[in-house]
Structure formats: C-alpha cells, structure tokens
C-alpha cells in the first residue's frame, strides 16, 4: 500500500495491534490518551494497551478513568488507580474538588480532595447523616463517644445517635461512663440509664459523669432518689 504521510491518529498493523501514527509513522515512544472517532484510547510505548484500566492524565489537565483502554465518560464513585490508590471519578474524570464519604463493593470510604484518606479517623459527616471512620473507612461496629471539632458525640454502630444516657468513651479507654443528651455530652447532673439502651438500670450522673463511688440521698427536682455505688436503688 501507500504511506498516507497526512494521516495522524490510530492505525491497525498487520499484527493486529494499534498504534499511534503522525505524519504517517508510528511514535512509538507515545504515552497518552488518543481520539479515534468519538472514543478515547490509552496507548503505552505508541501501541494500544488494552489489558490497562485505571486513570490517565490528558493534554487539558483531567485525569481520566480508563477501563481496558478506553475511556469510561459514564465512571461515577471510587475507581482503583494502577498505583493502588483509589479515586473519586464524576462523569469518567477524577473529581479532585470532592470530600466526603464514597461506596464501593467493600464499603464506605472517607475521599478527601478526591481521593480516600486511609491515614483518618473520626467523624465525617454524609448524606444520611455523621459517621465514624477508622483509618479511611466507616466502622459500623463502633460504639460509644468520639470526639470532633464541636465536641464528644455518641455513635452506635458507626452512626452518630440522638441517643440520651450514659456510655464510655468508643475506643475503650478509661473507665469512666459520660452523660450524653440527644447524642451530645453534656455537665448534667441527673438520672440515667446506659445509652445504648442495654439495661433498665438507671445511675446517678454528676457534672456529666457516672458517679459510682457515691453513696447517699440525693434530690434532683422534686425527687429524692437512694443511691448505692452511683445506682438507683
């Protein structure tokens, strides 16, 4: 045949394989994205990989996500990078504006700047609501007080919850139960039960905390109450 010498874009050899031709010859030293008709293609060293699928950066800036070589524009949620890291795509590009929470078939994720945050641990706040994240992902088996910005909150179950009792602090450490009112700890002194709502037995709290070295009568209200220990007797 004749060489098109005008001829720039993609080009199948004889071997089957497609690579990337200017001026009629083929650059094999190419890297990148190429357009052939209306899709987009990955090429490595000037040929067509098709075993490839992660993300590619493109001439004007974007990175895009890319599933055995062609570039997937309908990609939405977290997308695994050939470097391990995985990535929040919005319409097949890589949306580096985006932080919060991100599902894929192994759970919920913290994205932070578009991509998941493994290094953090706390609350984050999602459509349905706040929840706790230990090392980038949701624990859903979390229970009991985490702390934020704002202050302690109580989570069951990986879901801040309006709930109104007492509870220890979620990571387990130290012995003391906290007041917590509609979810938030807060210096009450009053009476009540465990907040997870595990037992019908109710205890003295003071300034916010489980008093259970007290021993006495106390009267808050208009009610006297008999305390053993900092319980309700």
Known sequence: GIINFSFKGLAK????????VKNGCAINDFNGLVKNGTQWFYVKNGTIDWTYSGFVKNTDGNWYYVKNSVINFGANGLRLHSDGNWYYAKNGTVDFN???????????????DGRINWTYSGLVKGDA?????????VDF?????????????????????????????ADGSGATWY???NGAYTKDTCIAKKADGSSKTQYYVKTGSWA?????????????????NGVVK
């Open 98 to 112: 985006y932080t919060g929470l991100a599902k894929n078939s192994a759970g919920w994720f913290y994205v932070d």
């Open 212 to 228: 259970n070295k007290f021993t006495g009568t106390i009267k808050i209200g208009k009610k006297n109450y008999k305390i053993v």
């Open 129 to 137: 609501g706040w929840f706790y994240v230990r090392n980038g992902k």
């Open 141 to 169: 088996k979390r229970t009991g007080l985490e702390k934020n910005e704002h202050g302690w909150f109580y989570v069951k179950n990986g879901v801040f919850t309006k709930a109104t009792g007492i509870a220890k602090k």
């Open 13 to 20: 050899g004889d071997d089957g394989a497609w690579r990337n």
């Open 179 to 181: 007041y917590v009112k």
